[in-house]
T-cell receptor, first 113, second 114 residues
Framework: DSGVTQTPKHLITATGQRVTLRCSPRSGDLSVYWYQQSLDQGLQFLIQYYNGEERAKGNILERFSAQQFPDLHSELNLSSLELGDSALYFC????????????FGQGTRLTVV | AQSVTQLGSHVSVSEGALVLLRCNYSSSVPPYLFWYVQYPNQGLQLLLKYTTGATLVKGINGFEAEFKKSETSFHLTKPSAHMSDAAEYFCAVRGTSGTYKYIFGTGTRLKVLA
């Protein structure tokens, strides 16, 4: 158990809908990262937050947004969903701005139908 | 910009044979380097990491990796493969200044043959 909790584990939704994925980092970790894992694109970095502030941005679509709350949990919002958004979404956390390693949650499997 | 290249998306070895998974990185600053393993339907688990100091790093499950700055490589090895090693392996790089995001390679799926 990495200590990073992601909910829900599975999500099935229709095209055009909006969903919210939730991540609770390890106790004491200030950085949260979001990744998208799909068969054709591998593990893509989406965005990083550190202590509530956006720290780094990757290949995140404009339809996607994220935030980190004062209690350090984070949410990834995906809107106007398309079939191609079906993927495994991982959250990771680390201490400090980068930390000595990133700890990964079990992921949320999103299926868009 | 930092990047990681993993050579070979699929590697097959016989049980008991040497495992060698290749990783090359690109970074303008001395990086932190990592190997993670992913079992089916699970998250990524850290195998080992290089931050500073000794360039030969030992990890869990008998794996080790050597940081070679001159070759910009961080290959993962294990002397004797076990059936339970079958999984997907990811090499990652993290910068040590500026941005601290973790960038992953495309992964190598290891198959162990009986």
């Amino acid at each position: 158990d990495s200590g990073v909790t992601q909910t829900p584990k599975h999500l099935i939704t229709a095209t055009g809908q909006r969903v919210t994925l939730r991540c609770s980092p390890r106790s004491g970790d200030l950085s949260v990262y979001w990744y998208q894992q799909s068969l054709d694109q591998g593990l893509q970095f989406l965005i990083q937050y550190y202590n509530g502030e956006e720290r780094a941005k990757g290949n995140i679509l404009e339809r996607f947004s994220a935030q980190q709350f004062p209690d350090l949990h984070s949410e990834l919002n995906l809107s106007s969903l398309e079939l191609g958004d079906s993927a495994l979404y991982f959250c990771a956390s680390s201490s400090g701005q980068g930390g000595a390693q990133a700890f990964f949650g079990q992921g949320t499997r999103l299926t868009v139908v | 910009a930092q990047s990681v290249t993993q050579l070979g998306s699929h590697v097959s070895v016989s049980e008991g044979a040497l495992v060698l998974l290749r990783c090359n990185y690109s970074s303008s600053v001395p990086p932190y380097l990592f190997w993670y393993v992913q079992y089916p339907n699970q998250g990524l688990q850290l195998l080992l990491k290089y931050t500073t100091g000794a360039t030969l790093v030992k990890g869990i499950n008998g794996f080790e990796a050597e940081f070679k700055k001159s070759e910009t490589s961080f290959h993962l090895t294990k002397p004797s493969a076990h059936m339970s090693d079958a999984a997907e392996y990811f090499c990652a790089v993290r910068g040590t200044s500026g941005t601290y995001k973790y960038i992953f390679g495309t992964g190598t799926r290891l198959k162990v043959l009986a």
